[in-house]
């Protein structure tokens, strides 16, 4: 096992229950705050979403136990959000939980397969946390590789456009952002 230490800045004491709105914001104090050259790191986040935001606003680490606890009770990350596998209606869904993803769970097994497993044996939850944990490499790799593309704004939108396709982006979303200065306007409906 190889154990990196490096200079870097830890936001912590997030990720408490706090509402989502002080979240962001004193997110946004901090990585304000923190010199630019070193990493941030936000303790314990989080969620797709939460991990996109805190990025847009200069966040760079993170650790959560959410995809593998998540998967325990049976939820798949997916683009969408996320598909509960215990649903009776994946019973006879002979779909991967995800078409479009590329891990080994989504080559091998259906979700009718991984329904019957998570209804009865451990064994289920491990596969959905082998897709889980794929789901969150995927979308860091492609949040950095946006990044360093120029890309990371269409990245944003895209994320968005695929979990709120009825353009129904959270208020605490949109401040964040707009603080953020990324314009998710395409992406949103009017109130
Ligand atoms: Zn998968």
């Known amino acids: 096992m190889k154990i990196c230490f490096c200079d870097s800045y830890a936001i912590g004491g997030l990720a408490g229950g706090e509402d989502k709105d002080s979240f962001w914001r004193v997110v946004a104090q901090c990585t304000a705050a923190l010199p630019e050259n070193k990493p941030r790191y936000v303790m314990g986040v989080g969620y797709p979403l939460d991990i996109v935001v805190c990025s847009a606003l200069g966040a760079d680490m993170y650790d959560c136990v959410y995809p593998t606890r998540t998967a325990r009770f049976g939820t798949a990350l997916v683009s969408e959000g996320v598909l509960k596998l215990k649903n009776k209606a994946m019973a006879d869904d002979t779909r991967p939980i995800d078409p479009s993803c590329d891990c080994m769970v989504c080559k ?41 593309d120029g890309k990371f704004p269409e990245f944003v939108c895209d994320f968005l456009q695929k979990m709120f396709p009825k353009g129904d982006v959270p208020q605490w979303v949109c401040n964040a952002m707009e603080v953020a200065g990324i314009d998710i306007s395409s992406c949103c409906v009017l109130p």
């Open 108 to 148: 091998n097994y259906t979700r009718a397969y991984i329904h019957c497993l998570v209804t009865v044996d451990a064994m289920g939850s491990q596969l959905v946390s082998y897709h889980n944990l794929y789901y969150m490499m995927k979308l860091s790799r492609d949040l950095h590789s946006s990044i360093i």
